[in-house]
């Protein structure tokens, strides 16, 4: 057998995700610029932001039987036709309406995107090297949601905010392009083949209830405070007096640190184990939140974002591999699309948490109440972690039959 080389399998594996990402980058702080354009108030252009985030949610689950159903090279194919024809419609849009129902479609292909090449990894890479893998892909997704704003300025500037959408027309038919030349994982590659039998989603659900129920926990807690982060940052910047600029500059360096770190963070799940990035990335996102509440200036709150943007940039790639080691051989598309489902609950929760706390209390009470429960959840994977990772057990709730 051909040793394993992720520089072998880049372009097919990271490639499409690169394209699409670099799309989704330019538009998303076009999103409500757009909706204000078209008419929309200044709420109902916030509302147009969620859209696409709450399509995902929908529609983790069944993206991973799509993948399941048509195999990673043909969904991939599928989700860049229709995240580019998402995107075109979003660039025509006459009305909110068919802006609303651009962002809708972008939702799906955003899932598929991530649960082929998810899966696809799975298969190809060896556990030895699986946590590099995942962190590579979370990562190049990262430096293409970095990268993409950059891509897409020069067009806004010329022709206003819609003109953003054209970045994502190409993104998204530059991952057809790719996908659609390179094969799927031939049999032999640790892919799964026409003869494996398919297995419904409450199948694979009470199958492995158990690490669900436990490290799946762990990873809403994760996507708790990674969109908590988002949201509270600035809010709290513009209640001690940071203006907008300032709040801009602090995000700008933080993404520059995270995008810095998703190597590292692979390598270090890989040869210490997953515990080891796991509890530290709940920790300084914790931390952070809880002790964001005690800053009043630019470099209080821009050292603590730095903080959270180091946790958050060694947790790339976390939640994909421990999906990937838990998933199944049968029904791993499934199972995948519920694992990803679980941190989408955590990360869209989160605005929701926010914005109770907040109104209830003050977006101070909002950061410590979120630190905490992140702690919770970094105590929770500290304690189940170590039974599920590959590297240092037997496997455990993963066999089809239990």
Do not use: C, K
């Amino acid at each position: 057998m051909t040793e394993f080389s992720l520089r072998r399998i880049a372009v097919p594996a990271f490639g499409p995700t690169v394209l699409w990402s670099l799309g989704a980058g330019a538009t998303l702080p076009v999103v409500a610029l757009s909706a204000r354009d078209l008419g929309a108030s200044v709420s109902l252009a916030a509302l147009y932001v969620g859209l696409a985030a709450l399509a995902e949610l929908v529609s983790a689950v069944p993206a991973g039987v799509l993948v399941d159903r048509l195999g990673e090279r043909r969904a991939l194919v599928l989700a860049g036709l229709l995240d580019a024809l998402a995107a075109t419609l979003a660039l025509l849009a006459p009305s909110l309406w068919v802006l609303a129902l651009a962002l809708l479609l972008m939702g799906p292909s955003g899932a598929v995107f991530l649960l082929a090449r998810q899966s696809y990894l799975t298969a190809a890479a060896p556990v030895e090297m699986r946590a590099r893998a995942m962190s590579t892909l979370g990562g190049v997704g990262r430096i293409g949601l970095f990268v993409g704003p950059f891509v897409g300025a020069p067009l806004v500037a010329g022709w206003g905010p819609q003109a953003a959408y054209v970045v994502a027309v190409a993104g998204g038919l530059g991952a057809v392009a790719v996908a659609w030349r390179y094969p799927d994982l031939h049999p032999g590659s640790g892919a799964s083949t026409p003869d494996v039998p398919r297995v419904a989603v409450r199948d694979v659900v009470r199958r492995h209830r158990s690490v669900l129920a436990t490290v799946g926990l762990g990873v809403l807690a994760i996507g708790l405070a990674r969109s908590a982060r988002v949201a509270v940052v600035p809010l709290w910047a513009e209640s001690v007096g940071l203006t907008a600029a300032q709040t801009s500059l602090v995000f700008g360096v933080a993404g520059l640190v995270e995008v810095l770190l998703f190597w590292p963070a692979g390598t270090v799940m890989d040869r210490r184990g997953r515990v080891w990035v796991a509890v530290p990335v709940t920790l300084l996102l914790g931390l952070g939140l809880l002790a964001l509440p005690t800053t009043t200036t630019l470099t209080g709150v821009g050292a603590l974002a730095v903080v959270m943007a180091v946790g958050n940039g060694l947790g790339s790639g976390i939640v994909m591999t421990l999906g990937a080691d838990a998933a199944p051989q049968v029904g791993r598309a499934q199972f995948l699309g519920v694992w990803r489902l679980l941190a989408l609950v955590g990360h869209n929760g989160a605005a929701l948490v926010v914005a109770a706390l907040s109104a209830l209390a003050s977006i101070g009470v909002a950061s410590v109440a979120v630190g905490g429960l992140t702690l919770l959840g970094g105590a929770w994977l500290l304690r189940w972690l170590p039974r599920y990772d590959p590297r240092r057990r037997e496997p455990v709730d993963v066999a089809p039959g239990q």
